[in-house]
Nanobody, 122 residues
């Protein structure tokens, strides 16, 4: 069982930055691939970024590639999402997710956090 708790959401202006964090419980964090998803009002939840057991494997949605960076600190059981050059269309609830597979975490994670709101004003 893995429990995930996101933090770091809030309000930012267009062009600004925010850093999200997701703290995971359990001693097996390093064996999980981690992902970030988001859900805007009236839209389906969508994949944002994923990272493998180490930082050597990362994958991004086209909409955020080059602006967002996913990273992890296995010693702190935490995964991060650095969001730069924010746009109003990045406004959404952002969710952290986990799965043992770097491929599956992008489409069908086993575990989800409760979400954190990100609002970008124009």
């Amino acid at each position: 069982q893995v429990q995930l708790v996101e933090s770091g959401g809030g309000l930012a202006q267009a062009g600004g930055s925010l850093r999200l964090a997701c703290a995971a419980s359990g001693r097996t964090f390093s064996s999980y691939a981690m992902g970030w998803f988001r859900q805007a009002p009236g839209k389906e939840r969508e994949f944002v970024a994923a990272i493998g057991w180490s930082e050597r494997s990362t994958y991004y949605a086209d909409s955020v590639r080059g602006r967002f960076t996913i990273s992890r600190d296995n010693a702190k059981n935490t995964v991060y999402l650095q969001m730069n050059s924010l746009k109003p269309e990045d406004t959404a609830v952002y969710y952290c997710a986990a799965h043992r597979s770097f491929v599956v975490v992008r489409v069908n994670p086993d575990y989800w956090g409760q979400g954190t709101q990100v609002t970008v004003s124009s």
